[in-house]
T-cell receptor
Framework: EDQVTQSPEALRLQEGESSSLNCSYTVSGLRGLFWYRQDPGKGPEFLFTLYSAGEEKEKERLKATLTKKESFLHITAPKPEDSATYLCAVQRASGGSYIPTFGRGTSLIVHP | EAGVTQFPSHSVIEKGQTVTLRCDPISGHDNLYWYRRVMGKEIKFLLHFVKESKQDESGMPNNRFLAERTGGTYSTLKVQPAELEDSGVYFC????????????FGPGTRLTVT
């Protein structure tokens, strides 16, 4: 069974204090790893897709990286508006199945 | 471009009652997904439509849940009769392509069964 573990569960940062969120996964035949951002009362918002080990994607202050066992979401000089829950999801290659497996997320709070 | 919309945003019903949730995907998106997040747990897949056909419904908990997508546009998810463990947030998502591509989520419907 596919598994996704995100750590830490919660993270408090001061504005400008860079850090990383971790997503460890166990999946047979990884096809894609997705990062989403979720604000309170809203649905997840797509950030990145990573398809193979060594791949990196960047968007503003966020950078996602992927290895064969885990992915990191690096946040550089965060601002209060980066406060949200960050979700990781993996999809495996298995016939016609396109079912993502989500982690429980990391709740990030950035203090001004 | 309008995003994925869901109705209602919140529903409180008693055990044994029926509730119908609605999802309107982004126009032109053939793929529509339903998910559920129970408090303290991760988001779990329920089912996947491609147009009006059910591509995969392996995540549906039991036969009290019925999903439809008539005409390949909006979708409904009916829970009948509702049980306490059905409480949670139900998300709908859509995608323009079938496969391993990003999905666009709606704001969710919070269902509380008392």
């Amino acid at each position: 069974e596919d598994q996704v573990t995100q750590s830490p569960e919660a993270l408090r940062l001061q504005e400008g204090e860079s850090s990383s969120l971790n997503c460890s996964y166990t999946v047979s035949g990884l096809r894609g790893l997705f990062w989403y951002r979720q604000d309170p009362g809203k649905g997840p918002e797509f950030l990145f897709t990573l398809y193979s080990a060594g791949e990196e994607k960047e968007k503003e202050r966020l950078k996602a990286t992927l290895t064969k066992k885990e992915s990191f979401l690096h946040i550089t000089a965060p601002k209060p508006e980066d406060s949200a829950t960050y979700l990781c999801a993996v999809q495996r290659a298995s016939g016609g199945s396109y079912i993502p497996t989500f982690g429980r997320g990391t709740s990030l709070i950035v203090h001004p | 471009e309008a995003g994925v919309t869901q109705f209602p945003s919140h529903s409180v019903i008693e055990k044994g009652q029926t509730v119908t949730l609605r999802c309107d995907p982004i126009s032109g998106h053939d793929n529509l997904y339903w998910y559920r997040r129970v408090m303290g747990k991760e988001i779990k897949f329920l089912l996947h439509f491609v147009k009006e056909s059910k591509q995969d419904e392996s995540g549906m908990p039991n036969n009290r849940f019925l999903a439809e997508r008539t005409g390949g546009t909006y979708s409904t998810l009916k829970v009948q009769p509702a049980e306490l463990e059905d409480s949670g947030v139900y998300f709908c998502a859509s995608s323009p392509r079938t496969g391993f591509y990003e999905q666009y989520f709606g704001p969710g419907t919070r269902l509380t069964v008392t």
